[in-house]
Structure formats: C-alpha cells, structure tokens
C-alpha cells in the first residue's frame, strides 16, 4: 500500500471550483471534480463545500462508504493535516436558536405518556430537514394515514372473569427471545435526528432484550452499531440489495459473520417514491433555486434526501434471485414489502422463513393497503393451503403502530410480531437513548393493561375471536358535502352561562 | 380496648418529614413514614402534608376506611385535639375564584334542558382535578366516545295512529319497582365534585323513584348512604372484589343486612385502564415535577387518581369465583362488564341473574364496542340456546345514554334497563341534589315524548322492528384525504348581501 | 243577540294584574284572569299585556279562533272604542334595527339561484323567535338533517342520446293538475315572517298553477286563505285532529264545502316534538326568567311556541277513527306522517286514498328515518301485496328538498310528489309573494335542466334504473377519531408563492 | 364579391345606443342592433362596447365565427380603418394589480411537483371570471368532488420481486401512438386563461407525444390549432352537435380533411348545466345589475358564460343520429359522456368505435357518478355480451384525475386511456407551454414510479387483480353528528412544552 499523501488546508482549498472541486471527508480529501454532474443530490450542494470540510453536511445523509465506494481510487487524493484547516465559525440561525429554545423547553420525560407524545417533541426539535425526511411519504401521503387509521377499524371483544394476575408478554421472533412482540424496524439516516444516530436503539435494545433491525442507510456504520452491542444482544439486518451484487454478497456475509440473526430483504422499493415533503424541502432551502433555474434548466435536479441517497438499489430484483440468496447465507430470510396474498403465498414457496406484510411506512406505493389489512387475506390464503399456522414461517407486520393495543390485534389475527420505526426513531430524536427506553417501558406498560383487559395471561392465548375485524377493508370516502346547506344550518348550542366569563 | 392517646398540633408539626411522617386525618393521628413508597400516588402527595390536617386531600379521593385498612394498628398514633390544631389560612387561587365566578353565572336550573348542559355547567365548575378524573378515559378515548356514537347509528321505525294518550315508563329491575328504565350508576369519588358526594343521587332518588346503585369508590361511606334513605328506598350495590376476599365477604354480607337487593360484581377492571387526561393532571399540578425528577428517577411515580385508588382490587377474579359469591349471600348477583356474547352464555349458565353489557364508560379496554352494539349477539346467542327471554335473567347496558330515546333503543333491543353514571354525576356537580331530580325530570318528559311518537304505550310494547339497528355493527373510519385537493377546491357560496352587514 | 257592551281603554287598564287581567284582541275585550295559569305559553306573557292590546303578539302565534274557542262566552267583555285606547309608541330595539338593516340590504332578488338563498335571507331579517320556531326540529336535530342527506345517498345513473328537445315536468297530485310534481306544504305561523303570512304562498300558487296545502296552524285564518285564491285555484287542507271531534267535524266540512280538494290529516303529532332552540328562545327572551323561577318553582313553565299552540291536538287518534273520517267527508284522506313498511300497508289496508312519507320535517321523533328512505321499503311492501301501483292511492314524500333533482329521486323511486314546507317558507319570509314565485321557477329551471340530462322527457319516463339508491339505507356515523394522532400528523402543502401575497 | 366598405372609428361611434347599435370585432363593423335581445349573454354587455372595437370582450368567450354565423350579411356593415379608431387607455383595476403581482411571485416552474400546485397558481394568476368558468360545476357541485374521491376509493394491490429496471407506459389511443395512456381533453375558452389559448396545448403536446382533443368551444379556432401543428401531431376533437346539422356536417369533414384522427361527440350535454359559481360571477360583474333588475324585470338574464355560448347545442340528439355521423366520416367515432352500464351496451351495438365514460367534468348532471365508478359496471356488462375485451372498441374515462396512479386504477379495471382536461388546463394558464410540457413531466416520472412499484412493466401488465375496487360503489354520508355531544367533548392533548415556545 503506498504512502498516503497528507494536504493541508490552503491546498485544499485552491480547488472550489466547478473546474476543479475537492472536499474534505472524515479527514481525507477527494477529487469530485467529474462526479459533480453525477451527484444524485445535484451538484451545487457540494460546490458550496468545494475547497472545505463537508463532514458535517455529509455525515448523516450518506451510508458511510459512500463516497469510497462511488468514486475510482484515482480520486482519493489523500489525508487532510486537521490543523491546518481553518475552523468555520458557524453562525447559528435563528431557526437553529428556536430548535435549541424547543430543545430546552422539552417536556421532562417522565410526562410523556404515550407514542405521540415523542413525535410532538421530535417535530419541535427537528431541523425541518430531518422532519421531511423521517416524516414524508409517497404522493398524497394517504397510505401512511391509512396504516395507523386501519387499527381503528379493528375492536376488542374482550374476554372476562379469566385470572390474570400474571401477563406475559414476551415472545420469540425467528426463534430469538424478545421482552416485546415488537421489534425495532430499520429506519434511515439517523444522525439527521441525533448526534449518536441508531446507537441510541442500540443501547436502549440491549437494556430492555429488544431486537433491533439495522438499516442498510442507517447513519451508524453496521460495525459501529454490531461494535456497541451487549454480549448476546439480538440484531436483524435490512437489506437493499445493490445493482453490484458483490457489494451485496460481502454486506450479507459480513453480517452474518458478526451474528446477525435475520436477513430482512427489502422488495417493495426498486426506486424510492415521490415524498413530496421531502422534494420541497430541496426548493426552501435552496434560496438562489429560481434564479439559478432560470438559467440551467437542464441541471439535474434534487429530489429531496431519498432518491439521492437510493440511486444504488437494484430495480431488477425479482424472484429469481431468492436462491442465490440461499446461497451466500445461512441466516433466516425474511422478504420485507409483501403486500398481497399472492405474493405471501410465493413467498412461502420460495423456502423463505417469513414475511413482512409492510407499505415501507407509507413511502412507496401510495394508496398502498396496510399490513393489517393485508394480513387478512394473507392468513387465508397461507391456512387453504396447509402453509400457516407454521413454526418456521413467520409473518409480521408494520406500519402505524402507536400503542400495545394495535400489537395485540395483529397477533390475534394471526402475527407474529410487529415491526415499530418512527416512534422509536421520534423518540431519540426528542430523549436520545432514554427516549427509547421510555418507549419501551409504555409498550411494557400497555401491554400489562391490554392484555389482563383482554383476558389473554399470553400471547399464545391471543385468538382472533378477540377481534372484531369485519369492518377492516371497509375504506370509507365521505362523498361530497352539500356546502350550502352545511354552511346555512344552525348547530344546537347549550345552556348559556349568565356572563361570558366561561 | 386501650385509652386513646390525645396529641395535639405542635407535636405533630414535629412529624413532618420523611424520617418521621405523621398526618391527621378524621380526627385521628397516623404514622405514615413507613408507608410513603408505597402510596399508590407517590410520596410527594402525603409529604405535602406532613405534621398537618390531611382530611381535607383525603376525603375526596379515598374511601373512607382507606386509611386504617392499609396502616397496621400500631402505626394509629391516637387522636387529636382539634383545638390545638393552627387552621391553615387557605390561599384561594385565581383558578378557584375563576369557578367561583362561574359557580355563580351558571344558568338558571330551568334552563337545562338536557343533559349536555350538566355536563358543559360541570366542566365549567369543577376543579380541573376532578374533571379530568370524571371525564377521562382509556388510551386513546374512542371507546367513550363510541358508546355515544353506537346510539346513532340505531333509527327509530315510529308507529303511527295508536291511541297513546296515556304511556307509561315504569318498570322493574331485579324485581324492584323503579319510575324510570333507567338505574342510576356508580361513580367514583363523588365529594371531588360536591361537598355531599353520593348523597346528592341518594336524595334525589327516593324523593322520584330511581334506584341507585352503590359504587365501590364512592366518597361517602356505604353506611352514611344508606343512613340517608328514604323508607324502603331501593339500592344496589357496584363491587370491587378486594384481593383479600374476607374483606369483600364482610362488605357484601353488611350490603345486604342493610337492604342492597342487588349485586353488580364489575368483571371488566382486574386493572383500572390508563387514563391520559387524569395522568396529565398529575404532571400539571405538580411544580415542583421535573426537578424532582431529575433526582429521583425510581421514585414511584402517580399514575393519575384512578391508578392510585384500586391498587386493592384482584386481577385473579374468576369464573371460579362465582359459586363462592353464591354462597355468601342471597342477593342477585349481576356481572357488570360483559363484553361478547361468549361470556353472556358463561354468565347464564354460572346461574347469575343477570349481567351489564358494559365497556366501564370506555373507562378500560379501548376499542372495546359499546354496550348497544354487543346486545345484539348477546340476544342472538341467548335466544339460540334459550336462555332469553327469561324472566329470571336481565340484560342491560350502560354507557354512552344522553337521551330518553337512547334508553328506548336499548329497551327495544332486548335490554331491560339501561345504566347512566356521568349525566347523573354532572347534574350533581353542577346543581347538587336539584340538579338529579332535574335530570330525571328531563329523562321523564323525553319518555313521554319519544313513547308517544314512536307508538309504544308501555315498554312491553316495545319491539325490535320499532329499531332499524342494520348500521350498528359498521364501524366507520374515514379514509385518509386528498388533503391538496381538498384545500385547493372552493367550495360554494350563497347569495351575497349588498353590504357586510350580515 | 245580546248588544255589545262597549269599553275604554281607560276602562280595560284598571284590570291589569293577576286578579283582574283583561286584555284585547282584535278589537274585543277578554277577561283571562281564569285562564292566566292554563295558558299553554304561560301566564306571564299574557301579563305583559294586562290591560292593553295584545292583538300584535297574539296574531302570528295563535290561530285566529284561538281565543274564542278557549274562553267561555261570559268572559268575551265586549268590545273596544278603539279611539281610547293609548297608542303605545312602540321602542324599536337594536336588534331590531339590525334587522331592517339587513333586510335593505337583501340581495336583489334576481341574485337569489337557490333554495338556500332564500334561508339566509329568512336568517337574517327573521326575528330570533321565528327563526328559532321555523328552523328547529326535535332533540338533536339528528333527523331534520338526515331529510338532506339522505338525498345525496341517491346517485343518477342518466341516459343519453333521447330526444329531449321538449320535457315536461307537470303532473297530477290527487286528479288535480299541478305544473309541478311538487306541492307546497303546510307550515304553521306565516306571519311570524311576513305580514301576510300564507296568503304570499296562495298568490304565488295561484300565479304558477301550484298547488296549496293550508295548514291547521296557519296565522292567515282557513276563510281569509280561501277567499284570497283565484278562481279554481286548487287547495289541499292539513288537518290536526281535535281532542273535540266536533269542531274537527266543521272544520273538514266547512273546507269541502269551500272547494278543498284532499284532507291531509297528520298522524306523526300525538304530541308535538321537544324542539330545543324553540324553547332556548323562550329563555332568552325572558330577562326576568331566572329570578322569577327561584321563586315559582311550580309555575308552568313555556315550553317554546310550539307546545303553547298544540294543545288541542289529540293523542288518542287511532286507526279506528280512519272510518268516521270517511263518514264526514268525500274529500280524498292522506295520512300525513307514515314512516314504515307496516303503516303504509295499514293505510293502503284502511281505504285511504294516498300517505305522504314524512316525519314532520325532523320536528316529530328525531332518529327518524327519511321519507326518501322509506319509500324504499313501502314500495317493495306494497308491491308484494299487488297494492302498488295504483292509480286510487298515491304515495308522497317530504323533508329535506332543495333541489328538483331530489324531486326527480323521489319519482323515480315511486313517489307521486313531493310535498316542500320550509323552502317556500324561507322565500316568503325573505322576498314576500315574489320569493315564492322566484322560488317555483328555478324549480321549473331545475326540472328542465335535469329532466333533459336525465334522459326523461315526462315524469313518467323516470324509472328505478334512473338511481342508484343502494347506499339509501346507510347511515354512517364516523368512528371516533385518534385525535393524538390526527393532530400530530401535518398535512402535505402545496408550492409557495414567493411572497405572501396571495 | 362587392367592394368592402371602409368605415373610421367616428363613423362607428355614431351608432352607440339600443336605437342603433355597431361594434368593431376583428376589424369588422357590424349592425347588431336587431340582435341585441337575442343575445344569449344579454343585452347589457353588448351596449358596453357599442360604437367601440368589442374584440378584446369578444375573443376568449365566442367561437371565433360566432358574430358572422349568427348576424345576417346585410348586418356585415364594412371594414374598419384602424388608424381612425381612438385607442381606450384601458385602466388597470386594483384586482388586475393584484393578479399581476401574482403573476411575478409565481413559484418557479421547477418547483411545481404536483397537479394540484398548478390549480393553486392558476387560481391565483386568472380573472375572478375565467376560474369561476373554468372551476365551477353543476348545482351542488357534489358530482366533481365525487370525481376525484372515486379514486380514492380504490386500493392497490401491488406485487413485488418482478424485475422492473425499465417499464414503458406508452400505449396507442385509436390506433395513434401516445407517449402516455393520457389524452389531453376538450376544455372550452382557453384564451380567458391565457393569450396563446389552447395552442400552448398543442404546442407542448407536440413536443412530447401526446394526443389534445380539440374543443368545439376552443378560443382559438379549430383551424389556427391544426395550423400550428407539428408534421404528424395526431388530434381527436370534441363536438357538440349543432340544431343546424349542415353546419356539423362541414364541421366534421373539414376536421376530417386536416387530419383529425377521431371525433368525440358529446352526449351528456343536451343543454349545458346550471353552474352557479358561474352565474354568481355574472352578479358581482355586474354592478348597476341591482338597479336595472328593478326596472326591467323581463330583461333576459344572463345566467354565466357556460349558458351564454352553448345555445346552438342540440337537444334532439338521440340515437338515432348514429348512422348519420357513420355517413358523413371515416373517422372512428366515440360517444363522451356515457354513464351507464345500459347506453355503453347502447354505444357498442351502434357500431361507434369507443365511449368516454363521463360526466363532462362535473358540469351537467349533479350526483351523476364518477367515469371510474360506472367503468366497473360497463366492463361486467360489455364482457357478459361477449363486447369486452375487444381490439375495435375502447373505452375511455374522464373526470378527477390528478395522479398517475389514478390512471393507473382505471387501467387495470379496464379503461384504454383516460382523459385529463382541468390539470393541463390549469397548467397553461398558470405558465403557458412551459406548465404543460411540466405536467406532461410529472405524469412521466409518476408513471415510472408507480409502474415499478405495482410491479407493472408494461401497461398490459395492468389486471383487475392490482386494485381492490370493492369500495368503489360505496357512496357514503355521514350521518348528522350530535354537536351538543361533539362540543362537551374535550379532545386529548399530548404532552406540553414547558413554557409556550413551541
């Protein structure tokens, strides 16, 4: 290997131009000179750190081998002497002082009392970019609505007068013991949210024998996050399979290698969707956008965080591929993105361990049904053919879950456990690894609650009977008002007090 | 039976912190420093009053022998000496002069003319507290709020040219003569809203013929109820089964020597429900919260009144349990909180006399149904196997009933009497006993009305055709909106005025 | 015939208090002392006006006999000398002024496109008391209500390509002709909204070939209404039944005799409906109310106008009475207010001649279905027995249309016409006779229109197949919503302006 | 051909009232005195422009051969020296202030992602009267809304693992070649929204391979459209037939002769629909309306600007007709505006080569069902007949679409393309060519997204079974809420910031 030719800042910054464009990276400098135009994020984002340090910007938004891997070797011009790079004072804007007044003024913990409650302080505390990111979804965004409304289209029939002086809840999930149903979902781009980004999952999984699901574009490297791990601590891998199968065959492995339990392959994203949230984000923050677009209309534009960070995914993934997958691995493979029982059912032919009924949280396929809903039919298509109940075929679901009392209807209906993101994403944003743990305790505490009101002392008594689940396909549109008569008609009004003091 | 020791103020005031804790409650001196962990409301609460007169915090929200069942003998210091007691000068807060006002600007009585107007004057007038504990539900509050609801998807098929110049409401439940289809339920901890408590309903049922129903919780002693009847005024009797059934055997037996003729034995609390709003108030009222907490991260923490009130109730009751109540007394038995049809048929055949189709005013399991919704397939299921009609078997439902006309709708579906807690409790807190006789008044004059219009003379002329209840099982969630179109699109407009003087 | 004592003003002024209490009324002089405590509005109202003329408040409220019908002989006093009577100089009150103000500035009449044009106009320039009377319906305005919805659960399903250069939309209605297949309703208490009351509508009717049906209850008497029409201009009668069957005997007599061609005897009435903002009003109306109620617990209370003028009403009507009718009259009998299957059939059954499916305009029982929606039920019923359809019995609808594309549902769903009360109302409480007229032609505009669209060039060409009723019959009431949730979620926005100008 | 005469402005300016009444137009005089009461516009307007040049009045809302088609010759007075005509100094209102300052804070173009983002600019940037043309619909506007909200009643169902590294959606329409499965629909009056009209729909469509159907109502002549037409630009067009069928017949045959590869010929509109946001405009417009309206009752009214243009439409239009069109064209021909399962089966027998199914936008017949919705039942009938699938015969739908993924629902259920009229409308008045070939844009890049996501390759690849339709027949009305109930209820609040920062 040969030597590493160290530069010093003055040198660096000679080169900030579109001619000649080099940034500094986690101490090393890199030539983008000829990858300006192929930047998925566009181009004038990294002339505004040619010549500079880009860690800062680059960090959360970028898988950590990002830049290594995207450019030739001829590019990596070599190691940055720190001390000669002079420090940029970086003014705070009135925005980042109002987040930091927000950050003060959070609520203490111990008041949050519920899943919303993190999402509130999240919102508060968020740059708004990190907000569009975590919080968009697809074209309308109907999908991401219609997984948390579809749990309230499912009722308990509770059962009574069964003792339950003991609950318990704690299960297995590919034959690994968790405290909860409930695994950690992977979520992207941690460090948009947190300054220690996934770890915050991490250190609170292990403290409370959760399972956490790391993400392909999580911000946390995969070593770091195996690194901070508690002996024996339990971790699932989600996987966005490369157009560079290689790439993908060593990540799988080296997953496996460190411990990994279950390969979760993502199959519902062969191109990132539309989220408009996060596309106008792009437009606010790029204060000389219009000017600039008068002049250079054919510039590739930004089309906010996703799609500039998933150019990698390979849309060609398809069913051949699952035995080659087989082939380079020995964990359980779990398809992520299932979405009818068509496709459960090749699923289960295919030899795979389970299945994720999911909408990505919305950001695909919008008008996309929910996995509850889709478990429905899936249950009955797997149970006509003999293929469920099964002990080495799982199916979870995800999306929309906000309290234990959702879990609880996914498992009757036939779950295994249930995959939970933003609100454990929302909660380290708003506490950091507190806020996780706090998550965790809730869940802990309405299961106790639900499940002694339900009359189920385990999960194995849960049974679908104890849903009312008739009214879960019934999507409900509210047909065009009569205005006229809405606006003309005078609502009843109540006892009036003497004054208007009330 | 030794002397009682007498102390007075000063050397109680020298109890007044953790070390050493003394309170005075009725008149009686306790030693409750070994107790404070395990205060189901947390220390803090009790060292507020540490060294002083606690009846006052006391009395609304614990039952009135509280005190004495939970501390052991030895810690019954004696009693005091009220003279020597320094009256604390009671600061009045700009909240509580704020209800005062209101207190005083509340509508005329003549006014109210139905029972939305008890509830909007209660909200006005009762301390935040209280209403939080009132008016709160579980989780998410939809199943509260679909007990309502449940009554209008429920129509009326009216009967025309009946000669109805007389009707006639009365009826009997358990076998009791009542003026109205309706009993007046139990309700927790009524002195939080009116000096006189459950004496207020106890009042204003013997002077118009209603049966009251004895809660478990209530603030004013079971005896001093009682002591408060009219001649042959009936009763009954709501039960939390203690953990320690000697207890229970004791208070059922002394229930029923004093006239109770009925048992209603709630089924669906092994634990009371998280309820948000009550949580909150906690948070609220407690400056000093978040300092503390910061400190003292495992001190037990509030759970809002309801948690820190039924620690005593047993989460093992069953339908073991069932010949044992048969054995202790003769009174009917009922099971207040059935919530299917399964365990309607359980019920019958455990050989009780009958059960209340109740989800605990939404006070438990959240998306439980309502009471209305599940007499349907319990009646189904009863007629099936024969067990109804049986006169010897009574059905009925609580929850959500504003209107005569709800009544009517449970009446016709099969249900022999409805249960109604919070309007009953909102008149009283908002009128005292006046405000309870104006409620009934007002059920009173709505039975005459709706009877007459629907063409039932006496509620045995009541039939199921008189209901079209084809829409009550559907549960309605609408489906996410196009939010952009709906924003984008104008709606219509009347006519315009020539000025904008309208 | 005794002479007729003639009095002073003076004279008539000593009796101004509750032992002597004279009043007058169109010129006579009454002594209502007796009756001050039976007056079904309440005895104060009438001591308002001890001793003076209380022709102008009792006029709108009272049907024009009232007074004579209800006190004996020996309590009509005589008559006054109207030049001795003060002229009471009558204070024109804010609100009063506020409302001559608005009705200078209605908008030209031409401006008026709709039906709900005309119920602003009403809103605004109606004093609070009439509007309150008009507009309210029963309890909680569930039904009047549902009467407009319930129409836009009926969808068209229109056929092209017909030859629709002419359409003709007029009818027969009980073998008379109509221009329209509508009829205008009876609704009580005219003048309360316009000085000459009903006699607009009869003008307007006369003018456009419609049909009148007078009502009991109009301010304008029977006489005054018939004496007004043009020649062979056609009128039906609504009748309220007599708990004096005499004076129902010369009522239906007297109006065959006069030309009226259908007797409308309304069986949905036993008693009139609790309308709640009607009895609000009496609330505020009354300043001296509460102080007066501290201390006359047991007065009789006012209960809105509606229950001070129906008294008179029979509850005990019954279809046994249905062939007494037949004896005293050769009139055609409809039965107003049939709301099920079973009651058409036992109309059809009693001999009647036709049956309009109504519940009072929402005034009567509230959760009572719509008459559009019945008329689904009572068309297959009727049809099954061979009773429809049938040229000897007609079946009508009312409530809740507003537009002749409701109409054309109804037709096409059997309905003969469709009976419209407070539309016509409106237009002549806002614009007088010119209102009404302006009201009947856009709904000739409408019919045209519609018909053309529908593909119906008469009346008769309209068909079932016309609509889609399928979702007639559900009443959907939205589920409780996840208010934590729906609050936290933040919906998508559109592009921004570059400034905030828009 | 006789000389034309010459006539100067002061010649012209002469004849300037009701008595003798000239106005220039396309520098043309014309006598249209006689004509004044015929205009279906009213008279009024035209007496604005007497004695002037009306041309700018005149354009964006007449046929270009309006004034000659409709004046006899002799009225054809001469030609105008323009040099003697005064100029008006047209004054620039505050409203066109505002509209201008809009128009400069437009978003830039790039950042329009959406539809609906065009509607918003357009809203902005057009006259009060061009959005109320443009925007309104008929009666109630329920049937619009009901377009938009259909699609939001069917579901996807995506399948996944199916390699999609490309997907085309182009398709052919007629047997022509499209870019898109989208054609550009028939939109009246272009040039109210902007000066170039309708060719910046031609214009763009060329660009980017798409087919515009020519509008009969288009501002710019059928004629100026084919002139600025690429070499091969394929063009459908729209027609309402006219009472003159000579005039349609040279109509057709010349679109024919030019090219025109299909001609639609509208169904739904013997007369055009009551739109009152349309007729509303005509009031405010018009300020001494008021006035005269008192005076001249029997003026002839205008009823909007639809009213005004589309008195030539035949009503007699009928089945019959077919074979006539058959006659006079070789063009394929298609029936727009199909609404029921019955007139498709109609349409398929009559030999025509496809329907649109159509309500025109929401512009004709209120609560007439949605293109989508009726598209379920047409299929299951053409197919029971043995119609459908079939190569000569397609099937066309119209009406809400706003997204890709709309017209990827109405594909997979069975449609051949689906017209999209209001969105490319809205784009070209909010920024001309340039918004068109930008939505164009848009449905590209949603296409591909949403085809990759549905796993889709090629639009042949769409089958029923990718959508869940079960709702879509589903029409549903909330039910009359209980607001006293609604209002008591206090909604649950999540946790608060410590001081109001937030």
Redesign the interface.
Known sequence: MADIRVLTGPEVEQHANRESCWIIVHGKVYDVTDFLDEHPGGSKIILKYAGKDATEAYEPIHPPDAITTNLPVEKHIGAIDVSTVAKVVKEVTEEEK?RQ??M???????????M??F???A??VLTDKAWAYY?SAS????T???N???Y??????????????SVDWSTTILGQKSTLPVYISATALGKLGHPDGELCLTRAAAKHGVIQMIATLASCSFDDIIDAAAPGQIFFLQLYVNRDREITRKYVQHAEKRGVKGLFIT??A??L??R??D??MK??DDDA??KV??NQKDVK?DQGVARAISSFI?????????PWFRSITKMPII?K????A??AV?AYESGVQGIVLSNHGGR??????SGIEVLLEVVVALRQRGYFPNPNFEIYVDGGV??A?DVLKALALGAKAVGVGRPFLYAFCAYGQEGVEKAIQIFR??F???M???GARTLSELEP?MV?A??L????????Q????Q?????????????S??
Request: net charge negative; charged share 35%.
């Open positions: 109002r007044a927000l003060d003024a959070r609520p203490p913990i111990d008041n949050i009392i519920n919303h409650d999402e509130v302080v919102k508060a919080s074209d309308d965004e109907i991401i609505r219609e948390r409304l579809a309230q289209r499912v009722w308990f029939r509770p059962r009574v007068l069964r003792d339950v002086s199959v519902d062969p191109q969707g539309r408009e949230k596309m106008r437009f606010v956008g219009a677009q008068e534009k390979d849309p060609s993934l398809s069913w051949k591929d699952i398809l993105g299932i979405a009818t068509e496709d090749l695909q396929l919008d008008t996309a049904r906000r309290r009392s505490d309405e106790e609650m639900n002694r009101l339900l009977e009312d008739s009214n396909t019934s999507h409900t549109v509210m047909s065009p009569d205005n006229l008569y606006n003309t008609y005078q609502p009843l009004a109540v006892a009036q007090f003497k004054s003091k009330l």
